[in-house]
C-alpha cells in the first residue's frame, strides 16, 4: 500500500514540475500577441465535422482505457502488478517515441494519412491481442498498437490547427476537446457494464471496430482537405 501511494505522490509532484517548466517559458512575441481570438466562423463547417469523428475516436478509446486493459490482463493471464507495471512502461516508452516518428511521417505522406494508416493497423492489433492464444501474443500486439496507436495526437492537434484561420484556432481547440472530452468518460462506464453481463474481451473489439470505422470515415471526409501550407506547395 505504501508503494501504490507513493505512485500518487510523486505524480502529484511531477504535477507542480510541470507548472515550474511552463512558468519558466518565455513571454509570447509583441506580433503573436496582437493576434486577436475569434469564435468560430469561417471554419466551423469543418471544425464541427472533425469534433463529431474526434468524438467518436475518444468514445472508442475510453471503452479500452489501461484500468481496463490491466483487469483483462490480470483476469486472462493472471499478470501480476509488477509484471503489468513493467508492460505498462515499456508501453509509455513505445508511445513517447512514436511522436516524432509521426511529425517525420507526416512530412512525407501527409497528416491525414499518417492519423489513419498507423491507427487502423493499432486497432487490429488490439482486436488481435484480445483473442490471442497466450500472454506472449497478447503483449506482444499490444506493444505494436502502443507504438502506433498515439501517432494520430501530435497530428490531429497539428490539422486542426492548420485548416483553421489563426484566429480562431483558440476556439477550434476548445471546440473539439469538450466533445472528446465527454465522449471519453461515457466509454469506461458502458465497458464496464458490458465485462459484467460477461463478455470480457467485448469492448476491447468494439473499441478496435469503431476506430477502424472513425479512421476510414475520416479519410474518406477529409482527404482532399489540405492546410494551406500544402495547397501551396502542390500549386
Excluded at 471503452?63 to 483487469?71: D, F, G, M, S, T
Excluded at 493497423?121 to 503483449?139: F, M, R, Y
Excluded at 501530435?154 to 471546440?175: D, I, L
Excluded at 476491447?204 to 494551406?228: E, M, N, Q, S
Amino acid at each position: 500500500m505504501a508503494a501504490l501511494r507513493s505512485a500518487f505522490l510523486l505524480y502529484a509532484l511531477l504535477g507542480v514540475a510541470c507548472f515550474v517548466a511552463y512558468r519558466a517559458l518565455p513571454p509570447l512575441p509583441a506580433t503573436d500577441r496582437r493576434i486577436r481570438h475569434a469564435p468560430l466562423g469561417p471554419s466551423r463547417g469543418i471544425v464541427v465535422k472533425l469534433a463529431t469523428l474526434f468524438s467518436v475516436d475518444s468514445f472508442a478509446g475510453g471503452l479500452a482505457v489501461q484500468a481496463l486493459l490491466a483487469l483483462w490482463l490480470f483476469e486472462r493471464f493472471g499478470l501480476s502488478l509488477a509484471q503489468a507495471g513493467l508492460f505498462f512502461f515499456w508501453s509509455g516508452v513505445l508511445s513517447a517515441f512514436s511522436f516524432p516518428v509521426a511529425a517525420w511521417l507526416a512530412g512525407r505522406v501527409g497528416l491525414i494519412n499518417t492519423m489513419v494508416y498507423t491507427h487502423i493497423p493499432s486497432s487490429l492489433c488490439l482486436i488481435a491481442a484480445v483473442l490471442a492464444p497466450s500472454v506472449e501474443w497478447a503483449l506482444g500486439l499490444l506493444l505494436v498498437r502502443a507504438a502506433l496507436s498515439q501517432m494520430d495526437v501530435p497530428t490531429r492537434a497539428s490539422y486542426v490547427m492548420a485548416v483553421v484561420t489563426p484566429a480562431e484556432r483558440t476556439a477550434a481547440a476548445s471546440f473539439t476537446a469538450v466533445p472528446r472530452s465527454l465522449a471519453a468518460a461515457a466509454g469506461p462506464a458502458i465497458a464496464g457494464a458490458i465485462i459484467a453481463a460477461g463478455y470480457p474481451t467485448a469492448p476491447f473489439i468494439l473499441c478496435g471496430v469503431l476506430k477502424i470505422a472513425y479512421d476510414l470515415t475520416l479519410l474518406w471526409a477529409f482527404r482532399h482537405i489540405r492546410p494551406p501550407e500544402k495547397q501551396a506547395a502542390r500549386t
